[in-house]
């Protein structure tokens, strides 16, 4: 079954200037990304819905300038949504699979997507190599695990947004304590709102408040 957002002016209205190239990355997904096992092929009749325009939603929790990570970035998700949405933003994309780094830089040459790059590893491995300040992941680990392989690449006052569905909640709870011990600020759960009809996406929001060292040496 095809897409029934495809063409919707609703998205359209939604998208803005990153439109064109959205409907482009949509178009690869669908073909591309599901001969070569990026994208299952019954998410190709929920591609906007539950894939891009959620992905696109998070753009409004994030700075729209600096440097962003999104890690676990799989087939583009919500990363290259966001290098399209966050054109000031320079987006790295991170995965430590080179069959999806291969898919990811062709994804976006193809899209002239300027301000996105391809690095292949895993978040632990960039832990002193890499700091920026926002970190994206979907579908990665759970929320104490993530703040551990995320809170070591962000800045003092980056923040860390997980997009999390219904779990949002429970998976905060449990991670109240490995936050703390992270430098990481209160997790704030949101909703990132798209168009009327589709379903809103749950986000957790956390901020990095103190850098190992930092609070003892400020005291
Ligand atoms: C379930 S997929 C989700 C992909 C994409 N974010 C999405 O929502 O469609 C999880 C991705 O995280 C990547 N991954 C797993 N562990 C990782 C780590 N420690 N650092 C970076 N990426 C990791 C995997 O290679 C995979 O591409």
Redesign the pocket.
Known sequence: MPDPLVDDARVVEFLGDAYPVLARFHELLTSQGVLRGL?GPHEVSRLWER?LLN?AAVAAFLPTSGRLI??????????VVLAAMLPDVEVIL????ER?CEWLTEVIEQLGLTNASVRR??????HGELLVDAVT?????PMDRLGR?TMPLLVKGGVLVA?KGRQAAVEVAKARGALKKMGAGVPEILEARTIDGVESTTVVRVVRETVRGSSKSKA
Do not use: Q, T, W
């Open positions: 994208i894939h992905s999104d890690v676990g970035s799989g087939a583009g998700l919500p990363g991170l995965d430590p699979m999806r590893g895993r978040a632990e491995e960039m992941a979907r579908a990665v680990a392989m997009l």
